[in-house]
């Protein structure tokens, strides 16, 4: 299966894992990246610059395909190193980056003196635009179903995507709500060169998570997630557990004046808590509204191979008949 994404990125298939705080470690990645996906590795988890060398090295013993690094740009004061983080990065090879959060206009030229292709994970067309304009050689459009933040636009993939293909000219991927192969038949259909997937990966025998999430993912349906800081200006989809829900209840109390030391407790720091420690109640943790779809741990590879095979077998039947 041949997109532009796949020819972008030296892939068999245009399938890839998008960063995840706590989850986006090496086993993860090399397990993507070897089913024929492109796999990413989050950079913030590691605490330092040193450590996301290791974790590039330890993915590169475990893989010789391609693989990437996320860098998300926060809105935080104490800004992590991101030039260090960035020389780790270009010291280890890694070819691919998948930046978010803010505008990385300050380190595209970093990027592109070393040879690093850029993919921008982006929530609306006029972002996707400005990725476009400032030299991003792709985009991962990330619809208002996604898990994490899905911007404060509100726009479901199936208007956002045709609307990029409308105005964009480099290849995009399909990221928020991907699951399957039909997820990927719809995407294509749609103008995107393939799908990014975030939560579905979670629920994989690779995932470097608790037991415990990869439970409480299939226990879930599409109903129970739920948007937070909105009035912040930084919403983010999370599975609803009791944290969140008391989060929910802090912002309807305080509404406009809700300041995110009000949330904190249940926000800051809760994801080694929840990924590691498996402690489900802790706190607020990125999950999309595609966990309705979520009914198994496969493999990394067997989930791969499914979502080609069911796309294959869609591709192939004659189930409309003009
Ligand atoms: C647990 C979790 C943590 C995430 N952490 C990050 C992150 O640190 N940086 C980032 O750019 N995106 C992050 N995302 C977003 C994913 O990369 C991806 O864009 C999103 O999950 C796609 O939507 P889906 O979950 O419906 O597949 C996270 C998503 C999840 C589920």
Redesign the pocket.
Known sequence: MQTKITELFNIKYPIIQ????Y?GFAELAAAVSNAGGLGII?A?TQPSADDLKKEILKCKELTDNPIGV?L?FLPSLAAPDYPAYIQAIIDCGVKIVET?GRNPEPYMEYFKNNGIKVIH?CTSVRHSLKAEKIGCDAV?V?GF????HPGEDDVPNMILLPRAADELTIPFVA????ADGRSLMAALSLGASGI?????F?ATKEAPIHQNVKEALIDASELDTKLIMRSLRNTERVLNNKAVEEIVNTEKKLGTKLNFSDIEEQVAGVYPKVMQDGEMDIGA????M?VGLINDIPTVKELIDRVIEQAKDIHNSNKVIF
Do not use: F, I, P, Q
């Open positions: 998008g960063g995840m705080h989850v989050t913030l996320n998300t978010a994970k991962s990330d179903e996604c898990g994490g990221s928020g709500g991907m990014n997937m975030g939560t579905r979670m943790w990125s999950c999309g595609v």
